[in-house]
């Protein structure tokens, strides 16, 4: 009897050990510092915006490399969530924005604030497309009111804008260091009418970053696109963006937000998500096409339940794509 009971504590002991390891890839982060080796992508935000939810942020993923730390973009809630994971966000050397969209960049300031708080003194790097720069440019000013009062009060002794340094970058190889090599495709999620204020000024990229032991892409928001697959060939992970047309409106109808739309900017609204965004369809496409190994989809659409666990995207792309298809959560690591 007594050996049968140490047998059970042995075998209950294993089972366990066996559960956590599974639990640190599909939970939560639970906070501990990176290792210095190999590469870990969380997902800290994985809520499509502009519309704030409860209980995701919107997008930001860290990528980690050899204990170097890659932010791509910086939704609300990013600061937030690098601290939940037991980041310090004193360590973000390099920032990539895909986009200027708010959903993707209304954290910078707070993280840029969160940075120089925290006595850094060597240089913040923002990467990404036109008009990143500028944005940048116009986060310092905003940033500076603040900066300026604390030098007054000798808690700081040189100004905030002096860490930012903003970067326009174009298409193709933008970075390469003793870790990552960066490369980005200009996708379809900018298509403006011709001569509406943004038209040939504002762009939204994908990236592609390959590292010693994976290749991991990361679309953006983009509708289909040629340019986003071949950047995509034979990637371990394809990061996508998803939503469903139908869902967002009726969630917008149900928030009483659609009839404050004019007719126009409801036109407008529809075209936009047909044609700047993936539907489950044409990720499937896309990531079969490029041989990629792997899907995880984020920026989730902003249907009206927030605890949805957008399940069904996952089966709707595993009917024309054959490989693992995973449903990100914020602080999520793969």
């Known amino acids: 009897m007594q050996r049968i009971s140490s047998l059970l504590i042995v075998g209950l002991i294993t089972i366990g050990i066996v559960s956590l390891a599974g639990w640190s890839r599909a939970q939560p982060n639970a906070g501990v510092s990176p290792p210095k080796s190999g590469t870990r992508l969380i997902t800290l935000g994985t809520r499509a915006g502009p519309l704030p939810a409860i209980g995701r942020a919107q997008s930001s993923n860290l990528l980690i490399v050899n204990g170097s730390l890659y932010l791509i973009d910086a939704g609300p809630g990013v600061t937030r969530r690098l601290t939940r994971a037991g980041i310090s966000v004193r360590d973000i050397d390099n920032i990539f ?99 509406s204020p943004a038209y040939g000024k504002a762009k939204s990229y994908s990236y592609r970053f390959e590292t010693p032991g994976r290749v991991v892409v990361f679309t953006g928001d983009t509708g289909p696109s040629d340019a986003v697959t071949e950047l995509a060939k034979g990637a371990d992970l394809l990061v996508s963006e998803i939503t469903s047309v139908d869902e967002v409106i009726e969630a917008r109808k149900k928030a009483g937000l659609w009839d404050k739309m004019s007719p126009a900017n409801q036109a407008g609204f529809v075209r936009h998500m047909k044609e700047e965004h993936l539907i489950p369809e044409e990720v499937a496409k896309m990531a079969a096409r490029a041989g990629v190994k792997t899907v995880v989809l984020t920026h989730l659409a902003d249907t009206a339940d927030p605890k949805d666990d957008y399940k069904r995207f996952a089966d709707q792309v595993k009917k024309n794509y054959s490989g693992p298809v995973l449903v990100a959560k914020d602080l999520m690591e793969f």
């Open 97 to 195: 924005l895909s986009h200027d969209h708010s959903d993707h960049t209304d954290g910078l300031a707070e993280l840029l604030s969160a940075e120089y708080a925290m006595s850094r003194a060597k240089p913040i790097n923002i990467y990404g497309p036109p008009p990143t720069g500028r944005m940048v440019d116009a986060a310092a000013q905003l940033l500076t009111v603040d900066s300026e009062i604390r030098m007054s009060d000798g808690t700081k002794s040189f100004p905030i804008a002096q860490l930012l340094i903003g970067h326009d970058v174009g298409t193709g190889l933008i970075l390469q260091d003793a870790n990552v090599k960066i490369s980005t495709a200009e996708n379809t999620h900018f298509h403006f009418p011709v001569g």
